[in-house]
């Protein structure tokens, strides 16, 4: 490939592809455990450096999406992480607002 570029010069060229569009979605703590990190998960987790609260992460999801067409190409990306605050895996109290009220 160097020999190849050696002798090769810039010039302008039209480039034809066929219209796509690709998602993608990622575990990020399974990701996250089978390469070690295993301490900032569940009722172990020490993010003290970080925040006061006795803190764990419960999920991380990752979501890719890009699409190419005639018109050009888009791309977006986002990352959620949910922490928890101490044993909070149990299910909170409900609030029930069935009676009229004012607000």
Do not use: M, W
């Amino acid at each position: 490939l160097a020999n190849i570029l050696k002798g090769a010069e810039d010039d302008f060229v039209n480039i034809y592809i066929p219209k796509f569009k690709i998602n993608s979605e990622l575990d990020g703590v399974s990701v996250l455990k089978e390469l070690g990190v295993q301490k900032v998960f569940g009722n172990e987790a020490d993010l003290s450096k970080i925040s006061s609260l006795p803190l764990s992460i419960s999920t991380i999801n990752h979501s890719t999406a890009i699409e190419t067409d005639e018109f050009g190409t888009e791309a977006a990306s986002v990352n959620v992480v949910e922490c928890l605050i101490g044993d909070s895996l149990e299910e909170p109290p409900s609030l029930v607002f069935d009676r009229p009220f004012l607000f």
